[in-house]
């Protein structure tokens, strides 16, 4: 069964940092485009960031500089370092994985909230 679970949500002061993890299982995913994407409430969800399968990355303009999305294949598990947050950033986040022939997983969000 695969499965995408995501961890390190929590509530950070404005200016904080927090690094979100998801670990796939189920099957390899080296070769998936990872991804994390968010919601806010009232709000549709967006991509946050991307990284390929050769690691190439991709950030929606409002997080670039701030976010880092990171992949270890090893040990199937994808990262979202985050810095400089705002409260604007409050949102679920979740873990997706995309390939062509297995379509798209995603995981069960988690919540991260960014006091003022």
């Known amino acids: 069964q695969v499965q995408l679970v995501e961890s390190g949500g929590g509530l950070v002061q404005a200016g904080g940092s927090l690094r979100l993890s998801c670990t796939a299982s189920?099957?390899?995913?080296?070769?998936?485009?990872m991804g994390w994407y968010r919601q806010a409430p009232g709000k549709q969800r967006e991509l946050v960031a991307t990284?390929?399968?050769?690691?190439?990355?991709n950030y929606a303009d409002s997080v670039k500089g701030r976010f880092t999305i990171s992949r270890d294949n090893a040990k199937n598990t994808v990262y979202l370092e985050m810095n400089s947050l705002k409260p604007e950033d409050t949102a679920v986040y979740y873990c997706?994985?995309?390939?062509?022939?297995?379509?798209?997983?995603w995981g069960q969000g988690t919540q991260v909230t960014v006091s003022s």
């Open positions: 997706n994985a995309w390939n062509a022939r297995a379509g798209t997983y």
């Open positions: 189920g099957r390899s995913f080296s070769g998936d485009t």
């Open positions: 990284v390929t399968s050769g690691s190439s990355t």
